[in-house]
């Protein structure tokens, strides 16, 4: 079947790869939104699942991601400290839960994380569960032996982006392959982790990339799929970028959406930047999950005003 209009979409259940690139020349995105609501209705009944992070240890970086502050490589003025106290991930998380957020991740800087620091990210993910919060992390490269560590200790799911296309990444990255990013994510798999990955939108890759970083997120079978757009840091290599137009933006929820009807889409950085005023439709644009509050080196959104949004649009918290 082609699909060739936004309109020919209300009888489709999930996209193949040569209809999705049919639906680049669609004159109107109406059509291409409704259908998307439609999915994630019949996925999460419109049902929002909120996740928030914590910085917990930030910049010094020796990865060179060029979309990132934190990088060593990276000019720009980002804070630089050690993983923070035990007390202060909790007094975040209790924050977050108090605001509705169903899910809570600790973000650490870093090629991957070992040792004494594991174990106390460990320990503090028993203390999540304690509070109600289902824990997440993004540690960076883990193999199996840790992965299954933070497992054991209550880890619901890890967080690993792919960022973009195997074809795109190495213009973003070149001291680790995206073949790590894949070996990481399925050692995640392998000890019985939710996984979430995603990708950064805006760096200067073409549709294609993104749907063939659509298409290998479904086949690999993660459970959450972030949709980041990218805020150009002064002192990155993408600091000159253009941020993404707002139709657009919401045309890769719907389209990620349309690809993985059964999973959860979650915007996350970048959505205010980049959307504007028509922030507020990517609920109607398919998305059924959202990071809220603070990002990593970048202000986000304050829970109250997301919490507005959410019961404004007619939708409700997990």
Known sequence: MSVKRADDLSAVKELQFDEVLDLMNV????GLFMAALDRMMEHSGGTIDLCSIINAKSGACPEDCSYCAQSSRSRSDVEVYPL?????????????????????????SGRSTSGDELKRIAYVITKLRDIGLL?????????????KILKDAGLERYHHNLETSERFFPEICSTHSYTDKLRTIEAAKKVGLSVCSGGIFGMGESWRDRLD?????RD????????NYLMPIEGTPLSGMTIIEPIEALAVISIFRLIMPQRQIRVCGGRIQALGELHPLIFTAGADGLLTGNYLTTTGREYRDDLRVIEQMGFNCA
């Open 27 to 30: 004159s109107s995105p109406i």
């Open 84 to 108: 923070v106290e035990d007390d202060v991930i909790l007094s975040n998380a209790e924050e977050a839960h108090k605001n509705k957020v169903k899910r809570f991740c600790i973000v650490t």
């Open 135 to 147: 824990p997440c992390a993004t540690l960076g490269l883990l193999g199996e032996d840790e992965l």
């Open 213 to 217: 970083m659509a298409y290998a997120l």
């Open 220 to 227: 690999i079978g993660v459970d959450s799929i972030p949709v």
